[in-house]
């Protein structure tokens, strides 16, 4: 059985090793909350572009709340190196093919696995294009997502596209706690809902169960 990787461990030790160097990171991110502490954490170490590209968020209402509030944050948060935007554009008819045979799948399973790769994809293929050092994603940094796989998929990705992944579990050293303290010192909106119209179903059920119980 092969033995479990410490992506955290990796991501320091590739640290460790920049010396005076702030290579170019295209960080993808899902929202601005979770991106709050991988910034306040990467910045240090590297020049970061933000790519928010999340086409599974629903609807367009709640994409365009979310694209807000990352470019707030990138405006009101202090870095040693401040952050970049890049906006992508939203694109539905994207997530939906993506996940096309999966709608039925619950949230953590083989959907949420293409929505990754959806999104990893599109952000491998910007940082090659836009000759960036590393990519990476703010995704892991909640205790829902399956950082293994999003780092097994990030990886996949930056072979095809010939850029180099950054490997990272941000949750770890209280990346998350961490997270919840900053969005609520700069009023950050967090949602109750991963993002897509079924994730969305899916907390709005067990919301009522709850009411009910």
């Not at 059985?1 to 320091?12: F, G, S, T, V």
């Not at 190196?81 to 993506?98: I, M, V």
């Not at 995704?139 to 180099?164: F, H, R, T």
Request: proline letters at 5%; aromatic letters at 12%.
């Amino acid at each position: 059985m092969a033995m479990k990787r410490n992506y955290q461990r990796e991501l320091d030790t590739i640290i460790g090793k920049l010396g005076d160097k702030k290579p170019r990171l295209l960080l993808h991110s899902c929202c601005a909350p979770c991106s709050s502490y991988v910034l306040e954490y990467l910045s240090r170490y590297f020049r970061i572009t933000v790519r928010y590209f999340n086409p599974n968020i629903s609807p367009a209402e709640e994409y365009e709340k979310r694209l807000e509030e990352q470019a707030r944050l990138l405006r009101e948060m202090p870095m040693e190196n401040p952050a970049e935007l890049q906006r992508p554009g939203y694109a539905p008819e994207a997530f939906y093919q993506a996940v096309k045979g999966l709608e039925h799948i619950p949230e953590g399973g083989e959907r949420c696995f293409a929505c990754f790769a959806l999104r990893l994809e599109d952000a491998a293929r910007a940082a090659k294009e836009g000759g960036f050092d590393y990519f990476t994603t703010t995704l892991s940094i909640s205790p829902l997502k399956n950082a293994q796989k999003l780092n097994e998929i990030g990886e996949a990705m930056g072979e095809k596209y010939g850029v180099q992944w950054l490997p990272g579990d941000f949750k770890k050293k209280e990346g998350y706690k961490r997270s919840i303290a900053l969005s609520r010192e700069y009023g950050l909106y967090r949602q109750n809902y991963c993002g897509c119209a079924f994730s969305k179903k899916e907390a709005q059920e067990r919301q009522e169960r709850e009411s009910a119980g």
